[in-house]
């Protein structure tokens, strides 16, 4: 089973910076791709940034030029730089990761726990 483990959420102020990072643990023969989600109150699940296996990157409009992802293959760790932060950055942001465990086995898609980012003054 893979396992995420989160962290770098907190408070900030608007204009402030947060780095997230997450790790991918357990039983892992190759990872598609990682990412980042936010959830903020009231609202559904969006994507944040995705970095996939070949090093291709994908931002929400809402996050370009501001955030960024980055991996560590050998480590199978993901992070997103966020500066210049808004108020509306405001979120629980999750960790995902999709691939394998194993040749021939279905794809597996994880999820971590969440981690809290809160903007404010």
């Known amino acids: 089973q893979v396992q995420l483990m989160e962290s770098g959420g907190g408070l900030v102020q608007p204009g402030g910076s947060l780095r997230l990072s997450c790790a991918a643990s357990?039983?892992?023969?190759?990872?598609?791709?990682m990412g980042w989600y936010r959830q903020a109150p009231g609202k559904q699940r969006e994507l944040v940034a995705t970095?996939?296996?070949?090093?291709?990157?994908n931002y929400a409009d809402s996050v370009k030029g501001r955030f960024t992802i980055s991996r560590l293959n050998a480590k199978n760790t993901v992070y997103l730089q966020m500066n210049s932060l808004k108020p509306e950055d405001t979120a629980v942001y999750y960790c995902?990761?999709?691939?394998?465990?194993?040749?021939?086995?279905?794809?597996?898609?994880?999820w971590g726990q969440g981690t809290q980012v809160t903007v404010s003054s």
């Open positions: 970095v996939n296996a070949g090093g291709g990157l």
């Open positions: 357990g039983s892992i023969f190759s990872l598609v791709a």
């Open positions: 995902n990761a999709r691939g394998y465990e194993s040749p021939g086995t279905p794809p597996f898609d994880a």
